[in-house]
């Protein structure tokens, strides 16, 4: 028999708001009819007043509170049985239930007003007024919900007719008794009768569409334990077919009109399934092994967050949401957009405020991220996809780990990598002596270093030749090469003809007096004269000039040590070398701390730019027109080692943000 009932019970219609009314009110007609000889009962007071009661009951819990009961209802709930009670004083032959009954509900109706009256949505719960509130809230609650009012209207009149000894008694108590154990939390609206009924893993039912991915929903209001990322399925009308389950995560969950809501975002991709579960309605996962397939299906330890407004073809901005707060500043983030794999680079995040309904407000944090475009790797190089990519759709964390980087040789060299990928960045060093190189960043950050590195694989087919003002250089240059060779005026072309690669020229001081402006000037002017005469008997010589603290060798005018027009026009002398010395084979290299010391004319030359970190405003104002003005502003927040490439000799055609740390291979 038990069994039975549990199958009767399971069946998804005992589990209908609308068949539980009909079924009751049939209920109450045939038990009328049995124990009366009428199908209706009489209009009796008495019968008015327990059926009105145990009615009241049922339509309470199936539709006006059927999963919580706020002080509005409590006040709904007492005014007309208030009203009611003032009516018909007179029926009661005994008064004392009637003022009874009358303070009941005067208190209960006053508590809710001052409960309504008190809540402060402008102050926090601890504040005195809203702990008052809340206090009076749970008391009205407890005793004014509908069930509890109407209950109490039903039995006394029902004990106060009727007999306890009546069978018809008895039985309207056992009708109450299973009314009162209907557990709203699993009923349902619709009149469908299988057995796709809610389960407690329900979450809440679609309220709206915002893209094609993402959905709001409406949640239920007993359901509490609900979190960002929590694994969801669903299936949504507006398909073809709801026999396709669609799964994602909760995205995010807030609090609208008081009620409580999500936003639920689409990952995974749409399956066949037609198993048990209501269409429109967001389950969460609940079977632990199904929760650990889906969430590496759905790459939800790498989810970062969904493309928002205001985004372009050469930037998206992002709503950030990560299990893990672990993204920074340089790391690669991807999405797919039409079949296309493309990667962005995080340059920057702002936390946003959003206004909702009621004064109700979310924070979250707004990620912004300069589209680099689909990795080609025949080409080492990124290619960018010509449109933007659309609202809410999914961006994660790059892993790189799947792309197999193809090998390369000289004169292509590895720079460093994109942080935290194990894609690199890739230049020509043909193409970075050939049109001049800049590197430019405070002391410490890496210059010099990288600057030795570079030196060291042009020395396969590159003549270097470096101004040394500390010494320092000629016992790291001896590092590189067992014969480095110090320069003067008589021995230039000799060392350019010979088979030594390195030539230093060490100078006094770092001071950009007359002295020392005059004898590099020289230095530069034997050098092109012989890169010159080798152009033209067409033996051309490939010749690498490292200027180390560039602003002494080469200053911008208005930072010359000397004021006289002999100097100036020397340092004008030396641009123009530079912007011939291309032609002839002259490569530079600039190594400086500011743009703002160092000639402009030289510095433009500059094909190719690494910039470490900086902070001053004119290294901003010249390097944006490289780099552009969104990456500019990641210039002060750069980690040591980490530096912005762009310009000729980097194979992607793009600029970006690259790690140079070096690493045990």
């Given at each position: ?547 180390e603290e560039a602003h002494t060798i080469v200053p911008e005018i208005s930072f010359l040590g000397v004021n006289n027009f002999d100097s100036k026009a020397i340092v004008n002398k030396m641009g123009q070398i530079a912007l011939q010395g291309r032609k002839y084979g002259i490569g530079l ?77």
């Open positions: 028999m038990i069994s039975k009932i549990s199958k009767l019970k399971d069946f998804g219609i005992f589990h209908n708001r609308f068949f539980l009314l009909i079924f009751f009110g049939l209920l109450f007609i045939l038990l009328n009819w049995w124990f009366v000889g009428e199908l209706f009962p009489s209009p009796d007071i008495k019968n008015l007043w327990f059926y009105s009661g145990i009615f009241m009951v049922l339509f309470s819990l199936l539709f006006i509170e059927p999963y919580y009961t706020s002080p509005k209802n409590v006040i709904t709930n007492a005014i007309p049985l208030l009203l009611v009670f003032l009516s018909i004083k007179s029926s009661f032959e005994n008064v004392f239930p009637w003022w009874f009954a009358i303070t009941v509900l005067l208190i209960l109706l006053i508590s809710s007003i001052v409960a309504v009256a008190l809540e402060d949505k402008n102050k926090s719960p601890d504040h005195k007024k809203n702990k008052i509130a809340e206090w009076l809230k749970n008391f009205v609650v407890l005793f004014g919900q509908g069930k509890v009012l109407y209950s109490a209207v039903f039995l006394y009149f029902l004990f106060t007719y009727y007999s306890t000894q009546n069978s018809y008694t008895l039985i309207l108590l056992v009708i109450w008794f299973f009314i009162l154990a209907i557990d709203p939390k699993k009923i349902k609206s619709t009149f469908i009768t299988n057995n796709k009924e809610l389960d407690e893993n329900a979450l809440g039912e679609i309220f709206g569409v915002q893209s094609r991915k993402m959905f709001l929903v409406k949640l239920f209001d007993d359901r509490k334990g609900i979190n960002k990322f929590d694994i969801i399925k669903f299936r949504y009308s507006m398909q073809d077919s709801t026999d396709f389950l669609m799964s994602g995560i909760v995205f995010d969950t807030y609090l609208l009109n008081q009620e409580k809501w999500a936003k639920v975002l689409q990952l995974g991709k749409i399956v066949r399934d037609s198993s048990g579960s209501e269409k429109n309605i967001v389950y969460k996962a609940s079977d632990k092994e199904e929760i650990s397939t889906l969430e590496k299906e759905l790459n939800t330890n790498n989810f970062v967050g969904i493309v928002i407004e205001g985004s372009n073809i050469g930037k998206i901005k992002f709503e950030y949401s990560k299990k893990k707060d672990d993204l920074q500043e340089g790391d690669l983030v991807e999405l797919k957009t039409n079949d296309k794999r493309l990667f962005y680079q995080v340059i920057n995040g702002v936390t946003e405020k959003e206004s909702l309904e009621h004064r109700n407000e979310t924070g979250f944090i707004k990620g912004e991220a300069i589209q680099l475009g689909e990795w080609k790797n025949d080409d080492l190089s990124f290619q960018k996809h010509g449109w933007v990519p659309s609202i809410n759709t999914p961006i994660f964390k790059a892993d790189t780990s799947d792309i197999e980087v193809k090998s390369f040789e000289y004169p292509e060299y590895k720079l460093g990598i994109i942080p935290n990928t194990t894609l690199p960045s890739v230049i020509n060093l043909d193409h970075a002596v050939s049109h001049h190189m800049a590197l430019l960043g405070v002391t410490g950050s890496g210059k010099s270093f990288l600057a030795r590195e570079i030196i060291k694989e042009l020395t396969k087919d590159t003549k270097i030749i470096c101004v040394d003002f500390t010494g320092e250089w000629k016992r790291e240059l001896e590092k590189i090469s067992l014969s480095v060779t110090v320069l003067n005026k008589d021995n230039i072309e000799t060392f350019l003809n010979g088979t030594d690669k390195i030539g230093i020229v060490e100078l006094p001081t770092m001071s950009n007096t007359v002295e020392v402006i005059s004898a590099t000037e020289k230095l530069f002017e034997a050098i092109f004269n012989f890169a010159k005469k080798k152009y033209d008997e067409q033996t051309p010589t490939k010749i690498s000039l490292v200027l290299l600039v190594i400086a701390q500011r743009t703002a010391n160092v000639s402009k004319t030289v510095l433009t030359q500059c094909n190719t730019v690494i910039c470490f970190q900086a902070f001053d405003e004119t290294s901003f104002n010249f390097l944006g027109n490289y780099v552009g003005k969104d990456l500019v502003l990641t210039l002060p927040n750069l980690k040591q080692y980490n530096a912005i490439v762009t310009g000729k000799a980097v194979k992607s055609n793009t600029p970006m943000i690259i790690d140079l740390t070096r690493r045990p291979e």
